[in-house]
């Protein structure tokens, strides 16, 4: 989530990056990551998808109901400086989460990626 976004959580429950995408890394820090070489990334991906597609009739689909409380916790504190400005964004506490309230998956999902896009704006 390009160094944005530390964590998202629907009713407490954290989804990560592989609960929002898939992830092809593991950041170790602001300017480090263990990444997987694009061809095996692709690779691992068909394969994945290949599988997923082959038992798609014994998983059933996650259920999240809306509404659905969100609370993400941004990278930065200036982060949510900009977050707050969104209409229904809200800071939690005072360190770098904000939470707002979604009528379903959808809208969350869309106010999760605006909040990446703000979160890549860096301070002059």
Do not use: C, W
């Amino acid at each position: 989530m390009r160094d944005a976004i530390l964590d998202v959580r629907v009713a407490g429950r954290s989804l990560g990056e592989i609960g929002l995408n898939v992830a092809v890394r593991q950041t170790l820090g602001q300017a480090a990551a263990v990444a997987l070489h694009p061809q095996e990334a692709r690779e691992r991906l068909r394969r994945a998808a290949a599988d997923a597609i082959a038992r798609r009739a014994s998983i059933p689909p996650p259920k999240m109901a809306g509404p659905l409380d969100v609370e993400v916790d941004l990278y930065g504190p200036y982060m949510v400086d900009l977050a707050t400005l969104v209409p229904g964004v809200t800071r939690v506490g005072g360190g770098r989460t904000v939470a707002f309230h979604a009528a379903d998956v959808a809208e969350a999902y869309r106010l999760v990626q605006l909040l990446v896009q703000l979160a890549s704006i860096k301070p002059s």
